[in-house]
């Protein structure tokens, strides 16, 4: 009687791993979903969901049908809703999860913001966790250009203003750290966004004088002056004023 040899440990079936389709939304400069590097062809409402669903998080089916479709019937916008679920359940498979009242992006997809906003929230927290380098590449994030529903609009106005507070504190310690020039370059970045932001300004100027550059630090504050007082009536603060009198008789 022959007897079969056991068969070596890791010796059976081997398997191919499944694929994994590396699925990602990106939301900034553009909108539109990416499978494996390559876009998806998806219609604007299918976008507009998952945008919702990817700044706002977990939301009723109701929630979402009155956000997307403000201007129809509640009958006709959960019409669509479901419309729209449909055709992303076909096309992306696993990006969403649902049950009986609540819709949520799943984790397969990559947002491109979230990362954006960690990213930045680590910058406001930490002392340089991200370099003015990084910071000031990124430039001011422009979150759905062409996009002006009002839910859109605040979100937009919501990065704007992390993306702010993250490059004012980074170039705040870079001045402490004596990098004055890391320290323009981020406050030049946020005064361009917001011309009318004072502190950023502030910032300029004395990043300015620790460069030697009174001439700069003299032409940025009388710009920021005249741009105040054409729009707002409005001089420039005593903190302001503080800072630039070491240069100027005013």
């Not at 890791?10 to 389709?21: A, D, N």
């Not at 009155?66 to 696993?94: E, I, K, M, Y």
């Not at 799943?106 to 990362?115: I, K, Q, R």
């Not at 946020?190 to 011309?195: E, H, L, Q, S, W």
Request: with cysteine; proline share 6%.
């Amino acid at each position: 009687m022959t007897h079969e040899p056991c068969p070596a440990p890791g010796s059976g079936p081997v398997h191919e791993p499944v694929h994994e389709p590396d699925l990602q939304l990106r939301m900034l400069g553009s909108c539109a979903v990416l499978r494996d590097g390559a876009v998806v062809d998806l219609g604007l409402r299918q976008l507009r969901l998952l945008a919702a669903l990817a700044l706002l998080g977990r939301r009723s089916r109701a929630f979402l049908a009155g956000l997307l479709w403000p201007g129809c019937t509640d009958a006709r916008a959960l019409g669509s809703l479901r419309a729209a679920l449909f055709a992303v359940n076909h096309q992306l498979p696993g990006a969403l999860s649902a049950d009986g009242h609540d819709i949520v992006l799943s984790s397969a997809l990559a947002v491109d913001v979230h990362g954006l906003r960690a990213r930045l929230s680590a910058a406001a927290e930490t002392p340089l966790a991200v370099g003015a380098a990084e910071l000031a590449a990124m430039g001011v994030p422009e979150l759905l250009p062409g996009w002006y529903d009002n839910w859109v609009l605040a979100e937009q106005e919501r990065l704007r203003s992390l993306y702010v507070h993250a490059a004012e504190h980074v170039a705040t310690l870079c001045l402490a750290r004596g990098d004055p020039s890391g320290a323009a370059t981020l406050a030049e970045a946020v005064r361009g966004a917001d011309p009318l932001r004072e502190s950023a300004v502030r910032l300029l100027v004395r990043a300015h004088l620790a460069l030697g550059n009174q001439a700069a630090a003299l032409r940025d504050y009388r710009r920021y002056c005249a741009v105040a007082l054409a729009e707002t009536g409005t001089g420039p603060s005593d903190e302001l004023l503080r800072v630039i009198s070491a240069v100027a008789r005013l």
